[in-house]
T-cell receptor
Framework: AQKITQTQPGMFVQEKEAVTLDCTYD???????LFWYKQPSSGEMIFLIY??????QNATEGRYSLNFQKARKSANLVISASQLGDSAMYFC?????????????FGKGTMLLVSP | DGGITQSPKYLFRKEGQNVTLSCEQN?????MYWYRQDPGQGLRLIYY???????QKGDIAEGYSVSREKKESFPLTVTSAQKNPTAFYLC????????????FGDGTRLSIL
């Protein structure tokens, strides 16, 4: 079974609109961390936002926020006021406690295209 | 500035040839990782190392080898046993803690001639 599932291969949004990128995860650990990364066409991976399993509030970083629903095992990324520079691949990833937090498991990603 | 440096940016391999991808970090991180990314796909873990002189296989280690003789360096060798090496290779490092992200280099694109 996949540990990280991103069901949207591609998303389109107009500039200045908000967009939600979906991520569901599967773990039996009580302690885990969820991460979102952005990968522009140039290839580098840029860390965007982190949510810990024990965090009661949703994480926010500027225009990025994480809609964390623990009971549903979902960690959706919300980008407010989209910009043309937001066009990129977005990956959800998880670190689990049982592995000593040694490794990240990645989803297959969602391609976001922002149009003028 | 602290960061991770991967070289070369582009690499070409002939059939039957071994090639080595370089990864150096000055973030003082204990853990380092190698990932492979195929077009339109997510990242798959090849090898990782938590301390010097120790490393573990990831999900797709066959046909690859690594060494960790220094904290700052974690080179990846793509051997001739790797039959489909054309991919984008990313190196990362991190602190071993649940809330710490992995920091990535800019990647190496490997192609077969």
């Amino acid at each position: 079974a996949q540990k990280i599932t991103q069901t949207q291969p591609g998303m389109f949004v107009q500039e200045k609109e908000a967009v939600t990128l979906d991520c569901t995860y599967d773990t039996s650990d009580q302690s885990y961390g969820l991460f979102w990364y952005k990968q522009p066409s140039s290839g580098e991976m840029i860390f965007l936002i982190y949510q810990g399993s024990y965090d009661e509030q949703n994480a926010t970083e500027g225009r990025y926020s994480l809609n964390f629903q623990k009971a549903r095992k979902s960690a959706n990324l919300v980008i407010s006021a989209s910009q043309l520079g937001d066009s990129a691949m977005y990956f959800c990833a998880m670190r689990e406690g049982h592995s000593g937090y040694s490794t990240l498991t990645f989803g297959k990603g969602t391609m976001l295209l922002v149009s003028p | 500035d602290g960061g991770i440096t991967q070289s070369p940016k582009y690499l070409f391999r002939k059939e039957g040839q071994n090639v080595t991808l370089s990864c150096e970090q000055n973030l003082n991180h204990d853990a380092m990782y190698w990932y492979r990314q195929d077009p339109g796909q997510g990242l798959r873990l090849i090898y990782y190392s938590q301390i010097v002189n120790d490393f573990q296989k990831g999900d797709i280690a066959e046909g690859y080898s690594v060494s960790r003789e220094k904290k700052e360096s974690f080179p990846l060798t793509v051997t001739s046993a790797q039959k489909n090496p054309t991919a984008f290779y990313l190196c990362a490092s991190s602190i071993e803690y649940v809330g710490q992200p992995q920091h990535f280099g800019d990647g190496t694109r490997l192609s077969i001639l």
